[in-house]
């Protein structure tokens, strides 16, 4: 009695281990249809870099009519939402005036010129990004070149990387994004409710050998590279212009470099 | 034990009835904020976080509070504590348990919170905050049940629990320290990157948890047979007096350090939050009302002539418990994003529904405390009996 | 026992409830629904591996994929058969299978699964909408 009573459980523990070991056998079979397995990989046209960078040529960029493409064209490939409550609004990309894009750098006696020039703001990518560390699923990461990338499949919208960040670059979608959309890019998703959403320099054009859209829109005013390329266009630029950053004081190490 | 929870007079059933009616309509609220996202509260993109994570953050500290009775009774062997560790255990409960719901209704996908299990990401702070809370909970509830099952019994409670105990006391500090290390160590954000966050937040803690616990032992003598104690109370008055004193204190050294050195990024927020800035200030009333509770605590329960008095006490607890409530239940959150990093001045309110879904989770903890509360008066009833 | 009342009434209201998907659905059993296909998907004859494995296997797959295109950049799938697709629900998925309503949400609602995949991932790309 005794033995055939742990005979049963023993059977019914292995059996039970094996319903649930089998659906990962059967990916691993039937992903060998045909006697060839599939495989993943990256496409040949993607671009790859060490640490993506970007150069922001302020003399270039001088009025409102200049700025406003290149903002539109990123709101546009990526599904931006336009909230008319400003407490929900989406920014992946915008315009600030000096002293609040670089708080802690204005001048009593300031450049007439800078003063009120569009300054063009968006997530720095930055080298140590703290809201990578202060995400708790991971869903905010960076990749090997550098992007600090959004999963909004993970995110469950706690919201601590908005405080973490010191840029205020993310946004969250107080609510579903889709009405406020004004002309749908169907090749991008859009968002849903709940989730933090930012820049992520384009990830989506670089993986088919494209630059960023803010890039191509800004007439050679945005220069986009490897920053660990010593040849790249970036360096060149950053070698042979004065240029400032935002907040590196910080020690995040922003990606994102301004020509003033 | 559960029993005796459903014995009951009828005030105890009306009680219940209406905090469950609270809480139901707390939880219509809640749905409404499942159906349209968290837009139907005051925050913002600036102010992305508010009054939820605010009292979270409060109510860490009321929990925390409750290892005043329980460090001296078992560590210095303070016997009259004896007869109210068990209150402050329970208080500890319902308190971690709101502060759970609170981190729940603030979350955008609460569908997806176990993510921050299959995901661990030892680097955040709110992965050990989960750790911290959720261990606390368990340990109040396993050390709290048992001791007083075995008081009931009459016998000593069991000797695998004293580990628990022991462990209990430095995981009290524990979660408050974590929970303070979830501002503190942001960069950008100058009213929280200072290192006496965490300290100011234990002070807070033990002032406005023991706080709380006077209050409600005064008003288990006056409703129950069950007596907590004139030294215990006494006891506990003192330590909410020297804690009030070294939170001000604390706060003070604060203002002393952004005041001097005159950083900006440091300096804008205290201003924002005592004198307001760039003409938006609707904390302002608030936060001085805060200090002057805090200050009236400190006057009445550091003179003994008023401390002793009881009724006295009960108003001196009442102001300590609203001044730290106002410090951090409306002052701390707020005050951090405002100005914000590209320093805009977008202010915060909360809601009309956020309130409600706030009441709402209070109703629930005092719920779970209603019911831990009237088992204990039940247990000591009839042990004296 | 004085309660012998009290708990055949328990038991009952006990019973009721756990049955209580069996005769709330009584009578509605629906046929096992046959998903459509679009012109487009029909002349591809094949999908991107046999139509058993997609049957069965879909949803593993486009977690797979989100997660390595999101996290891991890779966006090329070879497909056992040895061709390649990009990776992308809307883009490669739904641009065959432009029709949820008759292919995807036939067997979802059947099975009553509410993948949220369209709360984000436009459903038909190619209609301008």
Not at chain 1, 25 to 50: C, M, Q, Y
Not at chain 1, 138 to 155: L, P, S
Not at chain 2, 103 to 120: A, E, S, T
Request: one cysteine or more; aromatic letters at 12%.
């Amino acid at each position: 009695m005794e033995s055939s009573r742990r005979k049963f459980i023993k059977i019914a523990g292995i059996s039970a281990l094996g319903l649930g070991v089998k659906p990962v056998f059967n990916v691993f079979a039937s992903s060998e249809e045909h006697g060839r397995k599939s495989e993943i990989k990256k496409s040949k046209d993607a671009l790859t870099a060490e640490q993506w960078g970007m150069v922001i040529d302020t003399r270039k960029l001088t009025t409102a009519e200049d700025v406003e493409p290149i903002i539109n064209a990123c709101n546009k490939i990526h599904n931006i939402p336009d909230h008319q409550n400003k407490n929900h609004e989406i920014k992946w990309i915008w315009e600030e005036e000096y002293e609040h894009a670089f708080p802690g750098k204005e001048n009593k006696y300031l450049n007439e010129r800078i003063e009120h020039l569009p300054f063009l703001v968006l997530c720095n990518q930055c080298e140590d990004p703290p809201c990578c560390r202060a995400c708790p699923t991971k869903a905010t990461f960076q990749r090997e070149d550098g992007i600090v990338m959004m999963d909004f499949h993970r995110c469950i919208g706690c919201r601590f990387c908005m405080a973490a960040c010191p840029y205020g670059s993310r946004s969250f979608n107080f609510r579903d994004p889709r009405p406020f959309i004004k002309e749908k890019n169907n090749e991008f998703p859009t968002r849903m409710k709940g989730v933090v959403e930012k820049c992520n320099f384009c990830a989506e054009r670089l993986a088919v050998g494209k630059k960023p859209a803010c890039v191509e829109a800004s007439n050679g005013a945005i220069a986009f590279g490897d920053l660990g390329d010593p040849g790249s266009e970036v360096r060149e630029l950053l070698r042979e212009n004065y240029t400032i950053r935002r907040k590196q004081g910080l020690g995040t190490g922003p990606s994102v470099y301004y020509i003033v | 034990m559960l029993e005796l929870a459903i014995k009951g007079s009828k005030k105890y059933w009306g009680w219940v009835v209406a905090l469950l009616i609270i809480a139901g309509i707390g939880f219509g609220f809640y749905l409404k904020q499942l159906g349209f996202g968290l837009g139907i509260t005051g925050m913002s993109r600036d102010v992305s976080w508010g009054f939820y994570i605010a009292q979270f953050t409060f109510l860490v500290g009321v929990a925390a509070g409750g290892v005043m009775v329980v460090l001296p009774y078992y560590l210095h062997d303070y016997k009259a504590f004896g007869r109210i560790t068990i209150l402050g255990e329970f208080l500890a409960i319902a308190a971690i348990t709101m502060c759970l719901l609170f981190i729940l209704v603030d979350l955008g996908q609460p569908m997806r919170m176990l993510n921050v299990i299959l995901y661990p990401t030892p680097t955040s702070v709110l992965f050990w905050d989960m750790i911290v809370l959720n261990g606390y909970l368990f340990l109040n509830i396993i050390i709290g049940w048992n001791v007083l099952e075995a008081e009931r019994n009459d016998v000593h409670y069991q000797k695998w629990l004293k580990p628990l105990i022991y462990i209990s006391i430095p995981w009290a500090v524990g979660i408050h320290t974590v929970t303070a290390f979830l501002y503190c160590g942001l960069p950008g954000r100058g009213f929280w990157l200072t290192a006496i966050l965490a300290p100011r937040f234990l002070a807070s803690a033990f002032a406005a948890g023991p706080a709380l616990l006077i209050l409600l032992c005064l008003f288990v003598r006056k409703v129950t047979k069950f007596d907590p104690g004139k030294e215990q109370i006494q006891s506990l008055a003192k330590i909410v007096a020297y804690a009030i004193c070294v939170n001000v204190f604390f706060f003070l050294c604060e203002v002393f350090v952004v005041f001097y050195s005159k950083i900006p990024e440091h300096m804008d927020h205290i201003k924002y939050l005592f004198m307001g800035l760039h003409g938006h200030g609707s904390l302002v009333p608030f936060m001085w009302t805060s200090m002057i509770l805090m200050f009236i605590g400190i006057i009445l329960l550091v003179n003994p002539a008023t401390r002793k008095n009881e009724t006295v006490l009960a108003v001196a607890c009442v102001a300590v418990f609203i001044g730290t409530w106002i410090d951090k239940g409306l002052g701390m959150i707020s005050g951090g994003f405002v100005p914000s990093p590209l320093h805009h001045v977008n202010e915060y309110a909360p809601t009309f529904p956020e309130i409600g879904i706030t009441i709402g989770v209070y109703a629930v903890g005092a719920l779970v405390l209603t019911v831990l509360y009237k088992i204990v008066v039940s247990v000591k009833e009839e042990v004296s009996a | 026992m004085n309660d012998k009342n009290k708990i055949v009434i328990g038991l009952i209201i006990f019973v009721v409830i756990l049955t209580f998907p069996f005769w709330y659905n009584m009578g509605k059993a629906a046929p096992v629904p046959e998903p459509k296909l679009t012109d487009k998907a029909k002349a591809a004859k094949e999908c991107i591996e046999s139509k058993e494995f997609m049957k069965s296997e879909h949803m593993q797959i486009l977690d797979v994929w989100r997660d390595t295109v999101v996290r891991d950049t890779d966006r090329i799938y070879v497909s056992s058969s040895g061709k390649e697709f990009d990776m992308s629900l809307s883009n490669t998925c739904l641009d065959c299978h432009s029709n949820k309503e008759e292919f995807c949400d036939k067997c979802h609602d059947y099975a009553s699964a509410d993948p949220y995949c369209w709360d984000c991932h436009v459903d038909n790309p190619k209609e301008k909408k």
